[in-house]
């Protein structure tokens, strides 16, 4: 399988490049709009077609790229069909892989981030969307999410993974690119060490988190698969304006 990880400052979003050797065909988990010319320049570097953009949940701080890729590449939207968005192809749903070409994601619904939220197995790693992050998880919020769900989401499936399966997240804010179960079982000061329940509850219920400065805009945005709002207050138009340049993780 050919892999890259792909990294976006702004809203410090990872995306995933997965590409399947023998017929060159490749998925994007979790493009972001921002970073549309460069990962098609990947894919073109590698000799790979796109066939799909998969998202893990409707993102909060970032826009998607999914519509703007399939309308330059023809590639087909997949995302939670718990979510019923009307613009996607392919509807993901918990025990139905999604094959394109040698390369199967086995979707984990892992709600409580939002209700909708999926993780995608593939092989030795898993890609963990929000839901669990290296030494710490998604908010609880918004979105309908719900702190006791994500305990279990997180504990009762992420964690019944092998020890030595690799966590990729969405995201990191502080330039970590890979974790494992065994580390974040043991490690995460969220949900680590053998936390409860009621520990758990009792830490999200203090973070005291800001709300997502372009929560307003992505949420409704991303309803639509990646449309971004025609009049952005100047503080945010960098949420919608093409980075050519983009660190790659």
């Known amino acids: 399988m050919i892999f890259r990880q792909l990294f976006e400052p702004l809203s410090s979003t990872y995306t995933y490049l997965l590409g399947c050797e023998k017929t060159g065909q490749a998925l994007l988990i979790d493009p972001v709009i921002t970073s549309v010319e460069r990962d098609l320049a990947e894919i073109k570097r590698l000799g790979l077609t ?3 953009t ?3 949940h409707i993102h909060a701080d970032h826009i998607t790229a999914a519509l703007e890729l399939k309308q330059t590449t023809g590639s087909k939207i997949a995302a939670p069909a718990f979510d019923r968005l009307p613009c996607t192809d392919i509807g993901i749903e918990e025990g139905i892989p999604l094959c394109i070409g040698s390369v199967a994601l086995q979707p984990l ?3 409580g981030h939002t209700d909708g939220h999926f993780a995608y197995l593939c092989g ?3 890609f963990t969307g929000d839901a669990l992050l290296i030494d710490g998880c998604g908010r609880t919020d918004f979105q309908n999410g719900n702190t006791e769900v994500l305990f279990r989401s997180v504990t009762e499936k992420l964690f019944a993974l092998t020890d030595d399966c690799l966590v990729y997240p969405c995201h990191d804010y502080n330039n970590r690119r890979v974790s494992s ?5 043991t490690r995460n ?3 680590g060490n053998n936390r409860t329940l009621e520990e758990f509850k009792e830490l999200m219920a203090n973070l005291k988190l800001a709300p997502p400065k372009f929560i307003d805009y992505a949420v409704a945005g991303n309803r639509r698969c990646g449309v971004c709002p025609d009049h952005l207050p100047d503080n945010l138009q960098n949420y919608c304006r093409h980075m050519t340049q983009s660190p790659q993780g």
């Open 181 to 185: 179960i065994s580390q974040e079982k």
């Open 54 to 56: 998969v998202e893990t």
């Open 124 to 126: 030795d790693r898993v």
């Open 50 to 52: 796109l066939a799909c």
């Open 189 to 191: 000061p969220r949900l």
């Open 109 to 111: 619904h892992t709600p």
